[in-house]
């Protein structure tokens, strides 16, 4: 079994709906939680940056970290095409030196 | 945003040959820097971590004679793909951390290497 678990899609949206994405992970000890967004040929880009549970929102983008459950998820509301993409989670523990764990990533694709 | 940078973008060289990809935090300083390869749809694998002035820590299953890395400073770090083989095409990413021991990593845009 994977330490962080990723659906890796295709998950494909109509423009305008909302994108819900998540991962599980079966380690207790990560404490720190990050989405990134990456396109085609290129690096990683950071969305969202949490460490406690409950939700974080910036913009169309909200993350939900439920420690108890293991569980991290993200969702994006009013799709775009320019959204379509690979979406990772990562997360590490606290004295990791900042080492991630990532999930497998899942493809995203908005439909205009 | 911390910014890294990435160069170059792509290359493509000859079986045999080595080549540098250099990494660098373009308004911080980065103690330490990560470098991961990428296979097509896939996730990111982490080869090494690179420590300013000190020798990089390797993962398991990573040649250390076969990808040199150099931390000489603050902002740039360096992996030298030694004496390339067609198996070595892939995508390496490097990523570093800001200044503060919690912050994020960001990541570079990757270098495409071929070799042929």
């Known amino acids: 079994q994977k330490e962080v678990e990723q659906d890796p899609g295709p998950l494909s949206v109509p423009e305008g709906a909302i994108v819900s994405l998540n991962c599980t992970y079966s380690n207790s000890a990560f404490q720190y939680f990050m989405w990134y967004r990456q396109y085609s040929r290129k690096g990683p880009e950071l969305l969202m940056y949490?460490?406690?549970?409950g939700n974080k929102e910036d913009g169309r983008f909200t993350a939900q970290v439920d420690k108890s459950s293991k569980y991290i998820s993200l969702f994006i509301r009013d799709s775009q095409p320019s959204d379509s993409a690979t979406y990772l989670c990562a997360m590490r523990f606290k004295a990791a030196g900042n080492k991630l764990t990532f999930g497998g990533g899942t493809r995203v694709l908005v439909k205009p | 945003g911390a910014v890294v940078s990435q160069h170059p973008s792509w290359v493509i060289c000859k079986s045999g040959t080595s080549v540098k990809i250099e990494c660098r935090s373009l308004?911080?300083?980065?103690?330490?820097m990560f470098w991961y390869r990428q296979f097509p749809k896939q996730s990111l694998m982490l080869m090494a971590t690179?420590?300013?002035?000190?020798?990089?820590?390797?993962e398991q299953g990573v040649e250390k004679d076969k990808f040199l890395i150099n931390h000489a400073s603050l902002t740039l770090s360096t992996l030298t793909v030694t004496s390339a083989h067609p198996e070595d095409s892939s995508f390496y990413i490097c990523s570093a951390r800001g200044g503060e021991a919690n912050s994020p990593l960001h990541f570079g845009n990757g270098t495409r290497l071929t070799v042929t």
């Open positions: 308004d911080f300083q980065a103690t330490t």
């Open positions: 949490t460490y406690s549970s």
């Open positions: 690179s420590n300013e002035g000190s020798k990089a820590t390797y």
